[in-house]
C-alpha cells in the first residue's frame, strides 16, 4: 500500500467512519493486486457506500482513489479530507467530466488504485438493480490494458442522508478480472461501449449473487441517459 503521511491519514479515517456507519460483510480476494496499477468498477446504491468500498480496499493493503461527486468537496471538513486522500472531483453532465478521467488515468501512472461508479451516479432502477453503463471506466481500462479490471457489487448500502447515522450491513463481493484480450490495443468508441455493457452484465451477476436471485434483463432497467 502507498504509504505517504496523507495516504495513512486517509486510510485510518476511511476505517473508522466506516466502521460507524457500516457493518461490512466480504471476504478478502487474492485478484486485488499488492501493488501496481489496479481499475475496481463497482454498482452505485448511495453516497455512504464509498465507505465501505474504501474499507474493503484499505483492508487489501491498498488505498482508493475514487471519482466522487464535486459537490462532497464543498463540504467543510469532508472536502478537506478528500482533497488530503487525493480523490478525484467530477462535474457529471460537464465537459470537466473528461478532466476527471485524466486525473484518475494520472493516479494509474503512478501505480495507484482506483475505483469508478461506471453508471456515474446512485441507481435510479426500481429495484436498485444496476443500470446503464457510461463508458468512462471502460476507456480509461482500455488505455491501461495492464491494470486489472475488477468488478465489485455491493448490496446494503442505503440511498438517503436518513440513513448516513444508522448503521447497518453491506456486503461486497469481488469478481474475476474482465478479460480485455478481444479489444487489444483498441480504445475507440465501439471498443469502449462493448467494454461497458461486459462491465455492467459483470456487475449485475454479482450483485445478483449477493442478492441470492437472478439479475432481470438489462434492457429492463431505467435508461439513466434519458
Sequence with gaps: MERPVRTVVGAA???????????LR???????????????????LATTETLAVAR??????????????DRAFAWPVVGRLLRIARQIPVQRGSAAAAAAV?????????????????????????????????????RLALRFPAAPLIPVGQWGARP?????????????????????????????????????????DEIRALVGRLRGVTPPDPGTTVDREG
Design 102 to 138: 485524466e486525473a484518475a488515468a494520472a493516479e494509474l501512472g503512478r501505480g495507484h488504485l482506483v475505483v469508478l461508479y461506471p453508471e456515474g451516479r446512485i441507481t435510479r432502477d426500481p429495484d436498485l438493480w444496476p443500470g446503464p453503463g457510461r463508458s468512462g471506466a471502460a
Design 26 to 44: 466480504y471476504a478478502r480476494s487474492p485478484v486485488v493486486p499488492r501493488r501496481g496499477p489496479a481499475v475496481l468498477v463497482v454498482n452505485h
Design 160 to 200: 438517503g442522508a436518513r440513513h448516513l447515522w444508522h448503521r447497518h450491513t453491506v456486503k461486497l463481493v469481488v469478481g474475476a478480472p474482465i478479460d480485455r484480450t478481444r479489444w487489444a490495443g483498441r480504445t475507440d468508441t465501439a471498443a469502449a461501449r462493448e467494454l461497458t455493457d461486459v462491465i455492467m
Design 56 to 69: 474493503m480496499v484499505v483492508t487489501h493493503r491498498r488505498f482508493p482513489h475514487f471519482l466522487i461527486m
Design 13 to 23: 479515517v476511511v476505517v473508522v467512519a466506516g466502521t460507524v456507519v457500516h457493518r
